[in-house]
Structures are given as structure tokens and as C-alpha cells.
């Protein structure tokens, strides 16, 4: 097909009547259409920097998808390029889930993370309990609420690694994840403004087991892809220790003064009178002496002044001061504060599948044993137990055991 459409064609569009052969032609035509990316727009050193940051990033959302879907998850090292919505259309399945990441702290800016619709029903369907094979039927609100959940945790955890990386807060708003037919939009800019020109591109290999092996990307604006850059810079340059300063050269040593030789000759008339072994253990004894005389310089001299007035500290005695009146009548403060009293009758847990079965008429087990004395909470603690009683039309509680 030369890319263009015939006058049957036109006309069936025209109708309503949006054959096969139609969708295909409009689809070829619209990839094709939009300029080039400007690639004098980042350099190199910066797409670096963006790499780094997207591969630490995405290293720590990989640790907690697989927390979430207990499978094995792996995302490899990324590709950065600079791309427009042309270069989107060509390289991406349509329709796709757009997720808007907005950046609250620490950056300025927002990206959007693109994911395969089939990927997304087979990261739901872990989610709920699934094995994965449940991806039939259209892509809903569910879905759609439940990888906005994932990608809430996973871009939680990347915001903590930068935080850590950049030694700084960083803190994102919830994910809003949509469905998008890329084939609806001739320009990006109906979707965000900074896909109307060029942006970066950022791809992902994602693997999850033998389930999922595709490809995300990430899009940031330009300016955004700058404001990471410059941080990370910034940071790079605070890790690196700073130089040691100069050693000051050593001053000459005086020159020997003949005069004082004539002095020492008295004290080697004597050196007979010691032997070697008095010599050598005379040593050791007068290094530390030369070694503490720099820090004994440093140390604060305490020197008392004439007429300084001192005497040692006093501490009040609490010992016999304690009286139980003023206790009782702390506590006459406080009994007016009212406290939240829970009474739990058992507890469970349950799948998001079973919970999602939940239909009236739907019995749940729980861990109490029928006829077992139930929990009593205050303000959420555990302070005693008691049995269900009936007052007049109300249930109640008969406390039989204080927990202390």
C-alpha cells in the first residue's frame, strides 16, 4: 500500500463505515507524520545522567513489582533517545496505558510511563491471585485501578532510591493511568504539551517469569531530563572529597653551631659510665614524653582565678516528694477524654479474587472458635476479653478477664 487512500475509502470513512483496510491506511498515515527529533537538544554527558538515574530508578520499582506480583521480575539496562510522537506511533502497539507521574518534591516536572495492554492484564491478574492466562475481555476501571496501585508502590520505591541517591526528598503525587488509542491523536500534545515536540525516550526490557517479555518506556520533557541532569551533577560533585591542602614546606633546618660542640664533650666523658642496655630502655621512656607535648599545648589550661567562687552542684531530692493525692488528682484530668472501645470478633484474611466473589448470602470463616471469649480494644490495644451479651434490643459486652 503507497500510503494513500482511495475514493471508495475516503467515502466509507466519510459513512461511518470504518472498514479494516480504512484503519490501517489512517493508522500508516498518521506515523508518518510530525518532524524529527532535534538531537543538538541534550548532549551525550546528559543522557548519561538520565540513564543512570532511570536505571536506579527502575531498579528499585522492579524489586517492588515483584513484591507485588511474587514473581520473578527483571528490567534491564535502559536506551535513551530523544524521539517525538512520531517515532512513539512507530515503535508502540496501539492502544497502550499512559501512567502521568507527577514529581510534588525534589524535582520539577512530570513523565508518563507507557505499558502494553496486554502486559497490564497479566500484571492485574497476579494481583487479584491470578496465575497470569486471565487476559480476556476488554482492559476496565479495575484494571486500570489495580496498575495504578503497582505503579504507585513501584514509583514510591524509585522515589526513595533518588532521594537516597540525590541526598534529597523526593516525593511523587498518585499515578493516573488511562487507556490510550495512539492511533486517536495525530499530535502528543492532546495528551501532555510536552510530547507536541521532541522529548526523551527512555526503553525498558521488561521480564516477568515466562509471562511477560516486552518493552516500556519512559517519556520526560526536555526540560525535566535537564533538571535531572543538573542534580545529578550537583550531587556527584558534593560526594567527591575535597582536595588536601598543600603541605607547607618544611622550614631549613638551622645549621649546627660549632660553638656548642665543646659543650656535649663533658656529657661523652660520662657515657662510659652507662651501658647499652640503660640506653636503649632510656629511649622509649622519653619518646611519648616528646609525642604528648603537642596535645598537653592543645588542651585548655584551667587556671583559677583569684577570688573564683566554686562549690559542687545540688540536685533536689525527689525521693520523699512523691504524693498520691496530686497522682489521684492528675488523673481526675483526664478522665473526661473519651477513647474509641472496639469489640473484635475474629479476624481473617482473604485474596483479592475471594473478596471480588463477595455477594449477599457469602459466609466468611474467621479465627474465633465458636463460643471463645472476644477481644476488647481500646483505642486499638488489646485490654481485656468479655462474651457477647444481649441488652434489651443492643448486643453488649460482659468483661470476664482484664488483660494487664
Not at 538531537?39 to 536506579?56: F, P, R, S, Y
Not at 505503579?151 to 532510591?161: D, I, L, R, W, Y
Not at 516525593?171 to 490510550?180: G, T
Not at 559542687?312 to 497522682?327: E, K
Request: some cysteine; proline content about 7%.
Amino acid at each position: 500500500m503507497d500510503g494513500m487512500l482511495s475514493q471508495d475509502e475516503i467515502n466509507a470513512l466519510l459513512n461511518g463505515d470504518d472498514d479494516s483496510a480504512g484503519s490501517d491506511a489512517g493508522a500508516e498515515a498518521s506515523v508518518f507524520d510530525g518532524p524529527d527529533a532535534d538531537d543538538t537538544l541534550l548532549t551525550e554527558a546528559e543522557k548519561d545522567a538520565v540513564g543512570e538515574v532511570a536505571n536506579i530508578s527502575m531498579g528499585a520499582s522492579a524489586t517492588t513489582l515483584f513484591s507485588v506480583v511474587n514473581r520473578k521480575v527483571n528490567i534491564t539496562t535502559p536506551i535513551v533517545k530523544l524521539a517525538t510522537w512520531k517515532n512513539v506511533l512507530e515503535d508502540y502497539e496501539k492502544p497502550c496505558v499512559f501512567i502521568l507521574i507527577k514529581y510534588t518534591q525534589g524535582l520539577d516536572g512530570s513523565n508518563i510511563l507507557i505499558l502494553k495492554e496486554h502486559d497490564v492484564k497479566i500484571i492485574t491478574d497476579l494481583m487479584m491471585g491470578g496465575d497470569g492466562s486471565n487476559t480476556d475481555g476488554e482492559l476496565g476501571e479495575l484494571h486500570l485501578s489495580a496498575i495504578s496501585e503497582a505503579m504507585n508502590q513501584m514509583m514510591g520505591a524509585s522515589s526513595t532510591a533518588l532521594s537516597t541517591m540525590f541526598g534529597k526528598m523526593i516525593d511523587i503525587s498518585p499515578p493516573e493511568a488511562s487507556l490510550v488509542d495512539l492511533t486517536a491523536f495525530k499530535s502528543g500534545g492532546d495528551i501532555a504539551d510536552f510530547l507536541e515536540g521532541t522529548f526523551v525516550k527512555i526503553s525498558f526490557r521488561m521480564q516477568i517469569d515466562e509471562l511477560v517479555d516486552s518493552t516500556i518506556m519512559q517519556l520526560y520533557p526536555i526540560e525535566f531530563a535537564k533538571d535531572v541532569y543538573d542534580t545529578f551533577i550537583l550531587n556527584q560533585e558534593d560526594a567527591q572529597p575535597a582536595a588536601p591542602a598543600a603541605a607547607p614546606e618544611p622550614a631549613p633546618a638551622p645549621a649546627p653551631q660549632p660553638q656548642q660542640m665543646p659543650q656535649a664533650q663533658p656529657m661523652q666523658a660520662q657515657a662510659p659510665q652507662m651501658d647499652m642496655s640503660q640506653m636503649q630502655m632510656g629511649m622509649p621512656q622519653a619518646m611519648p614524653q616528646m609525642q604528648m607535648m603537642p596535645q598537653m599545648q592543645m588542651m585548655p589550661q584551667m587556671v583559677m582565678q583569684p577570688g573564683m567562687n566554686v562549690q559542687p552542684v545540688q540536685f533536689q531530692n525527689f525521693a520523699g516528694d512523691f504524693n498520691p493525692l496530686q497522682s489521684q488528682e492528675n488523673i481526675e484530668l483526664i478522665k473526661d477524654v473519651p477513647l474509641e472501645v472496639t469489640v473484635e470478633l475474629g479476624r481473617t484474611s482473604k485474596s483479592i479474587s475471594d473478596i471480588l466473589d463477595f455477594a449477599p448470602g457469602t459466609i466468611i470463616e474467621l479465627d474465633k472458635i465458636a463460643g471463645e471469649p472476644i477481644d476488647v480494644l481500646v483505642n486499638g490495644k488489646f485490654v481485656a476479653k468479655g462474651e457477647v451479651v444481649v441488652i434489651e434490643e443492643s448486643f453488649g459486652i460482659r468483661v470476664t478477664e482484664i488483660i494487664k
